[in-house]
């Protein structure tokens, strides 16, 4: 069985970090180009930042562009987000997502709030 678990997860002031984690079981990410998404309330869920299986591409959104970054640990099958200069407009549930082929697989999503 397939799953992605997010954490890190948190209330934060504007300008701090955090650093989220997503740990899969049931499949290796290293086959797997892995996504981080985020839904704000009352909004459409909207993509973060991708990287590719090999680790070697990253593509971020343009509002996260600088301050936050993706990155992989296919030895501890994680996928982490390294967000820093947080804005309260980054408050959402952040999701994982996992995707090859026909196969995507998300993740139960962890909340991150940011304060002004």
């Known amino acids: 069985q397939v799953q992605l678990v997010e954490s890190g997860g948190d209330l934060v002031q504007s300008g701090g970090s955090l650093r989220l984690s997503c740990a899969a079981s049931?499949?290796?990410?290293?086959?797997?180009?892995m996504s981080w998404y985020r839904q704000a309330p009352g909004k459409e869920r909207e993509l973060v930042a991708i990287?590719?299986?090999?680790?070697?591409?990253?593509h971020y959104a343009r509002s996260v562009q600088g301050r936050f970054t993706i990155s992989r640990d296919n030895a501890k099958n994680t996928v982490y987000l390294q967000m820093n200069s947080v804005k309260p407009e980054d408050t959402a549930v952040y999701y994982c997502?996992?995707?090859?082929?026909?196969?995507?697989?998300w993740g139960q999503g962890t909340q991150v709030t940011v304060s002004s």
């Open positions: 049931g499949l290796f990410i290293s086959s797997y180009e």
């Open positions: 990287i590719g299986s090999s680790g070697a591409g990253t």
């Open positions: 997502n996992a995707k090859t082929g026909w196969n995507l697989y």
